[in-house]
């Protein structure tokens, strides 16, 4: 149903070899700000985010997981117990929904929360923090400590404490490989020389994937189901197709599995996304996502556009990620 186009993926991965990483994109405040909480911070954030398609601050020009960070701290800053294990606990879900909702609002006005689905990701905030106290004595750095990470380099070692908490229980370690990836670039933990790390598979990524053809689907009802943005009760295939060819363009590379991320994430979410570049010839965003993380001499074409299946094949350029009902990613 699904394959791997090994071929298009070296294509891909041998023009991200080429690209150059701003060091601004990492000294963002989110991932610079200094506080004992940050990497709480940064796990509740991580782990209540997911199909955000709604979140948003257009006043601020804020969509998404960039709001989510604004959000983020703007709680780090203001209502630092929304971050704290022990008092989180203490809440029920109805006033946890209560306390987020003016953080994800224009204007700090409550009923004008974006953020969506807040039982959900009510549940998900209050999980993480009794999964804390259980386990890790209510600090989020015990559970790097309590881990045999150091001596075997395996990211599993870390992937199977964090699955303790629902949030962070996808088998494809989606939300895990966005922590770690964070804390990462924050500093907080040494991670560069983590083994057998799984890449990132969000929604974006799998539309580019899809589009570029290092995913190939050969099942005329799926490919049908994406294209015409039909829902599908289970994509794990098509993920772990995704997260095959991701591997191949990482590889090819020759950067960390961790940057792919920067790349086609931001990509997806601009010059990919409802419309595209090689087809508007506009990005969807201003500034472009992925000109914030990478240097662009100029933004006319997109990066992919000469190998790219879908910039001169309809039958590509139509697909779209699978639409599933998930809290995974």
Same mark, same amino acid.
């Given at each position: 149903?699904?394959?791997?186009?090994?071929?298009?993926?070296?294509?891909? *991965?041998?023009?991200?070899?080429?690209?150059?990483?701003?060091?601004?994109?990492?000294?963002?405040?989110?991932?610079?700000?200094?506080?004992?909480? &940050?990497?709480?911070?940064?796990?509740?954030?991580?782990? !209540?985010?997911?199909?955000?398609?709604? =979140?948003?601050?257009?006043?601020?020009?804020?969509? *998404?997981?960039?709001?989510? #960070?604004? *959000?983020?701290?703007?709680?780090? @800053?203001?209502?630092?117990?929304?971050?704290?294990?022990?008092?989180?606990?203490?809440?029920?879900? =109805? #006033?946890? /929904?209560?306390? /987020?909702?003016?953080?994800?609002?224009?204007?700090?006005?409550?009923?004008?929360?974006?953020?969506?689905?807040?039982? #959900?990701?009510?549940?998900?905030?209050?999980?993480?923090?009794?999964?804390?106290?259980?386990?890790?004595?209510?600090?989020?750095?015990?559970?790097?400590?309590?881990?045999?990470?150091?001596? +075997?380099?395996?990211?599993?070692?870390?992937?199977?404490?964090?699955?303790?908490?629902?949030?962070?229980?996808?088998?494809?370690?989606?939300?895990?490989?966005?922590?770690?990836? /964070?804390?990462?670039?924050?500093?907080?933990?040494?991670? *560069?020389?983590?083994?057998?790390?799984?890449?990132?598979?969000?929604?974006?990524?799998?539309?580019?994937?899809?589009?570029?053809?290092? %995913?190939?689907?050969?099942?005329? @009802?799926?490919?049908?189901?994406?294209?015409?943005? =039909?829902?599908?009760?289970?994509?794990?295939?098509?993920? &772990?197709?995704?997260?095959?060819?991701?591997?191949?363009?990482?590889? +090819?590379?020759?950067?960390?599995?961790?940057?792919?991320?920067? !790349?086609?994430?931001?990509?997806?979410?601009?010059?990919?996304?409802?419309?595209?570049?090689?087809?508007?010839?506009?990005? #969807?965003?201003?500034?472009?996502?992925?000109?914030?993380?990478? %240097?662009?001499?100029?933004?006319?074409?997109? !990066?992919?556009?000469?190998?790219?299946?879908?910039?001169?094949?309809?039958?590509?350029?139509?697909?779209?990620?699978?639409?599933?009902? +998930?809290?995974?990613?």
């Amino acid at each position: 149903m699904i394959s791997v186009n090994k071929e298009q993926s070296k294509k891909i *991965g041998e023009i991200v070899k080429t690209l150059e990483f701003k060091p601004s994109f990492y000294e963002r405040d989110f991932i610079q700000i200094d506080s004992p909480l &940050k990497m709480a911070m940064h796990f509740y954030a991580v782990g !209540i985010c997911h199909q955000t398609y709604h =979140l948003a601050n257009p006043k601020l020009n804020l969509y *998404g997981w960039d709001f989510m #960070e604004y *959000g983020f701290l703007d709680i780090l @800053k203001n209502e630092p117990s929304l971050l704290n294990s022990k008092e989180i606990v203490k809440l029920s879900q =109805l #006033e946890l /929904i209560e306390k /987020i909702k003016p953080f994800f609002a224009e204007d700090h006005n409550p009923e004008n929360c974006t953020l969506d689905t807040l039982e #959900e990701r009510a549940n998900l905030w209050m999980d993480m923090a009794k999964g804390l106290n259980k386990h890790f004595d209510r600090k989020i750095e015990n559970l790097f400590k309590q881990s045999d990470w150091q001596e +075997t380099q395996d990211a599993e070692s870390l992937y199977k404490q964090l699955r303790l908490f629902e949030a962070y229980s996808d088998p494809l370690q989606k939300k895990s490989g966005v922590f770690l990836k /964070i804390i990462s670039d924050a500093g907080l933990v040494n991670l *560069g020389k983590l083994e057998n790390v799984i890449p990132i598979m969000d929604y974006h990524m799998q539309r580019v994937l899809l589009r570029t053809g290092c %995913v190939e689907i050969n099942d005329e @009802k799926l490919k049908t189901n994406l294209q015409q943005r =039909l829902p599908i009760k289970n994509d794990e295939h098509l993920r &772990k197709a995704c997260i095959d060819a991701m591997h191949i363009i990482s590889q +090819t590379s020759e950067y960390h599995t961790f940057k792919m991320n920067d !790349i086609f994430y931001t990509l997806g979410r601009s010059c990919c996304n409802e419309n595209t570049l090689c087809r508007n010839h506009v990005c #969807e965003k201003t500034p472009c996502t992925l000109a914030r993380a990478v %240097v662009l001499e100029t933004h006319t074409k997109c !990066i992919f556009e000469d190998v790219c299946f879908g910039a001169n094949n309809d039958d590509y350029h139509k697909f779209w990620q699978p639409i599933v009902q +998930t809290h995974f990613y």
